[in-house]
């Protein structure tokens, strides 16, 4: 099993910054991704960004530009700095990892952590 825990939520101003950590642990074999994704109220889940097993990254138009995606392998530690954030930013985030164990490619979400952008 892998366990993923998230921090770095909170609640800014707009134009403010924050930095989301997400932290894995347990059995998490060879990672092929991770990404970061938000829920706002009343809204489907999307995807923010993600960072695959060569370091290779994709943004949501939304966030390109103020939003960066990185990893410490040698933590199993995701992050995403959030830079000029804007009250439409205000959502639960998620991080999620895609790893392979034994031929069997699986999915796990952390538990997510709410940022709140105010005017």
């Known amino acids: 099993q892998v366990q993923l825990v998230e921090s770095g939520g909170g609640l800014v101003q707009a134009g403010g910054s924050l930095r989301l950590s997400c932290a894995a642990s347990?059995?998490?074999?060879?990672?092929?991704?991770n990404g970061w994704y938000r829920q706002a109220p009343g809204k489907q889940r999307e995807s923010v960004a993600t960072?695959?097993?060569?370091?290779?990254?994709n943004y949501a138009d939304s966030v390109k530009g103020r939003f960066t995606i990185s990893r410490d392998n040698g933590k199993n530690t995701v992050y995403l700095q959030m830079n000029s954030l804007k009250p439409e930013d205000t959502a639960v985030y998620y991080c999620?990892?895609?790893?392979?164990?034994?031929?069997?490619?699986?999915?796990?979400w952390g538990q997510g952590t709410q940022v709140t952008v105010s005017s």
């Open positions: 347990g059995s998490t074999g060879t990672m092929i991704a």
């Open positions: 960072i695959n097993g060569l370091g290779q990254t």
């Open positions: 999620k990892l895609t790893r392979v164990l034994r031929g069997i490619v699986s999915d796990y």
